[in-house]
T-cell receptor, first 115, second 112 residues
Framework: DAGVIQSPRHEVTEMGQEVTLRCKPISGHNSLFWYRQTMMRGLELLIYFNNNVPIDDSGMPEDRFSAKMPNASFSTLKIQPSEPRDSAVYFC?????????????FGPGTRLTVL | KQEVTQIPAALSVPEGENLVLNCSFT??????LQWFRQDPGKGLTSLLLIQSSQREQTSGRLNASLDKSSGRSTLYIAASQPGDSATYLCAVDGGSQGNLIFGKGTKLSVKP
């Protein structure tokens, strides 16, 4: 298995632009998570999906952030409009929930820089 | 609100030493606890997952223990090697279908 795939790996954009991050979870996994990592706050959960349905989006910082999972093999995280404080590494993770042994597997991340 | 703390924040040891990384959490009602490794500029690699009903898990030179009642977990690395140099992250799952709460990590450097 190729693991969790994220694209792009690096994104540099200017303030005000729309940014779309993409994730392909591990085949057969039924849960997908978006995290953000910064030096100041560490790793924080933004949103997660179970069977393509958003379960908890309380970690999404503002309405500028939105996430979708149109099918079991694809998810997007969109920021519109982007701001410099959104600069961070964004990770996608997936898991197969099975009663306590819900090991999460992470993608390589997208390093976002908003100028 | 669950909080996860990792001590120390950084650790430097000579090659060959056995070492212990510490993780503590404030709410003992956890579903499981997971240890990850993160190399600079890379994603997270899952090392060990301990379910709430378990006391420890082992993988090669790694052993992770869990004491729910005291809110603690330790990651033991035997015979450390320079290739073990990385940041080690502890995360607890509070049971909300996968909401992992992470510590800030311990940055380990193993000197040859």
């Amino acid at each position: 298995d190729a693991g969790v795939i994220q694209s792009p790996r690096h994104e540099v954009t200017e303030m005000g632009q729309e940014v779309t991050l993409r994730c392909k979870p591990i085949s057969g996994h039924n849960s997908l998570f978006w995290y953000r990592q910064t030096m100041m706050r560490g790793l924080e959960l933004l949103i997660y999906f179970n069977n393509n349905v958003p379960i908890d989006d309380s970690g999404m910082p503002e309405d500028r952030f939105s996430a979708k999972m149109p099918n079991a093999s694809f998810s997007t995280l969109k920021i519109q409009p982007s701001e410099p404080r959104d600069s961070a590494v964004y990770f996608c993770a997936s898991s197969q929930q099975r009663g306590g042994k819900d090991e999460q597997f992470f993608g390589p991340g997208t390093r976002l820089t908003v100028l | 609100k669950q909080e996860v703390t990792q001590i120390p924040a950084a650790l430097s040891v000579p090659e060959g030493e056995n070492l212990v990384l510490n993780c503590s959490f404030t709410d003992s009602a956890i579903y499981n606890l997971q240890w990850f490794r993160q190399d600079p500029g890379k994603g997270l690699t899952s090392l060990l997952l301990i379910q709430s009903s378990q006391r420890e898990q082992t993988s090669g030179r790694l052993n992770a223990s869990l004491d729910k009642s005291s809110g603690r977990s330790t990651l033991y690395i035997a015979a450390s090697q320079p290739g073990d140099s990385a940041t080690y992250l502890c995360a607890v799952d509070g049971g909300s279908q996968g909401n992992l709460i992470f510590g800030k990590g311990t940055k380990l450097s193993v000197k040859p």
